[in-house]
Each structure stands twice: as C-alpha cells, then as structure tokens.
C-alpha cells in the first residue's frame, strides 16, 4: 500500500495534479490519503446548499471540503490564507456579487481552478462567467455525477461546460454575426436587468445586491440608455425573448 501511495505522490510531484481512486485505503494510510485528496472550498450563503455539497463530495472518497464561506469575502480571505485545489463559487451571494469576487481573485491567482455552481440557468450568465475567468458552469439542478464530474477535470486542468452549454454556445456562434444589445451591459448592469426583468423593485435589488437606491436608480438609466429600451414592461419583453429569466 506504502509503494501504491509514493507512485501516485510522485506522479503528482512530476507530472502533475491526478485523480486517485481511495478504494481499499486503510487507516494507517491517513496521512497519504489527506495529502491526495482534492480539496474543496464551497462559497455559498445558504447553509443548507453548502452542507448537502459537503455531503456529495464527502461519499467521492477522493475529495475533501477544507472551507466554507457564507458570503464573496470571507471566500476571497481563505483563498488568501489556505491552500485550495478546487473553489465552488455561487455568484448570487450578498454584497460583493461571485462575478466580482472571480475578478479580483484572477487578479492575484489566475490558475486556481473555479468551478461556479449557480441557481441561474445557463442562458443568463455562463458566457459571463466564462470570460470573467471561471473554468466551469454548472446550474444547481445538475446531477451529483456531473458535479463530481466537474471538480476533477478542474483539478485535472481541463475547463468543464455541461454538453447541453457546449451546443448552445456553438449555435449562437453561428447565429449572430453581432453582440446581443444586454452583452454590452457591465456584469453588475446584467444583474440589475435580470432583477428588473423578474419583477423586482429597485430598493429590492438594493437591499440584495447591498447597494443603495440611488445607485441602483443610475444603473436602471444606464441600462435604458445601452439598450434603447424606455421603460422596465419593455427590459422584460426583452429578457424573457432572450431567456434572460425563467
């Protein structure tokens, strides 16, 4: 068993991070078996969704959740301070949205694989993520197969996208030729119009996004104005034409 752990340790040392399968691992084995493991950093602000994550990865045998963060930065903290090799980032987290916590992190770590899990269909912002630096998209109603799928072709450093992502991003290569007017919007503009869009207030989105009336009063004009749209009846025709929501 010691021999099995030291050729796997020196793949890892000289060609690179590998998935180990931890069948049939023995308690002495403790040590070795740590060192091997994938491990994890869920971001998520609802508990219960970090914990039922935990759960799924625990029963893999080949990763660990090392941290969990309830909120962008208090994930940006520990990435800062411990060693990961996966983060699972939700990007609808109070204050600091997950589009902005990927930024900064690519800022100052451009190789850390992450994974961003999202109750968002794929048409609203995989593409987003994607170009922000995320490695991976998956929606929250993805199967634990395909999570677990996920996490070891990151940490494998493949990028994953679901199939059913891949051919809508190869269809709407073919198909325009030109931008969509909502793809000229800043990130934090495309989270106000998919708020609007849905029916919310902008002191709702305020209070979601921890931001102030005001402000989000200025990106409601913004939007208007990139999208030569005069009201908010006019934002959701155009978000529910282009599968902005549900």
Not at 40 to 46: K, M, P, T
Not at 129 to 154: C, F, H, Q, W
Not at 181 to 193: K, N
Request: proline content about 3%.
């Amino acid at each position: 068993m010691a021999n099995y752990f030291i050729l796997h340790w020196l793949r890892y040392l000289y060609i690179g991070p590998v998935v180990v399968t931890m069948k049939d691992i023995s308690a002495s084995d403790v040590v070795w078996k740590e060192i091997l493991m994938i491990r994890i950093l869920i971001a998520d602000d609802h508990t219960i969704v970090r914990e039922g994550l935990r759960q799924i990865l625990s029963d893999t045998g080949d990763m660990v959740v090392t941290a969990e963060a309830g909120n962008g930065q208090e994930a940006l903290d520990k990435i800062i301070k411990e060693e990961f090799d996966v983060v699972v980032l939700d990007i609808a987290m109070p204050g600091r949205s997950g589009l902005d916590i990927l930024k900064e992190l690519r800022s100052f770590n451009a190789k850390l694989p992450v994974l961003v899990l999202s109750m968002y269909p794929e048409e609203q912002y995989a593409v987003r993520v994607l170009r922000a630096g995320a490695d991976g998209y998956l929606t929250k109603e993805s199967a634990p197969n395909e999570l677990i799928t996920a996490i070891r072709r990151l940490y494998s450093g493949e990028k994953y996208i679901s199939p059913s992502l891949a051919e809508k991003l190869a269809f709407n290569l073919e198909a325009h030729s030109t931008r969509p007017p909502h793809e000229l919007l800043s990130d934090r503009e495309y989270q106000v119009l998919c708020r609007l869009s849905s029916g919310k207030t902008v002191k709702d989105i305020a209070d979601e996004l921890s931001l102030s009336v005001k402000t989000i009063s200025t990106y409601r004009s913004r939007i208007l104005e990139k999208m030569a749209m005069k009201n908010n009846a006019e934002l959701t025709y155009y978000a529910v034409q282009n599968h902005l929501v549900n």
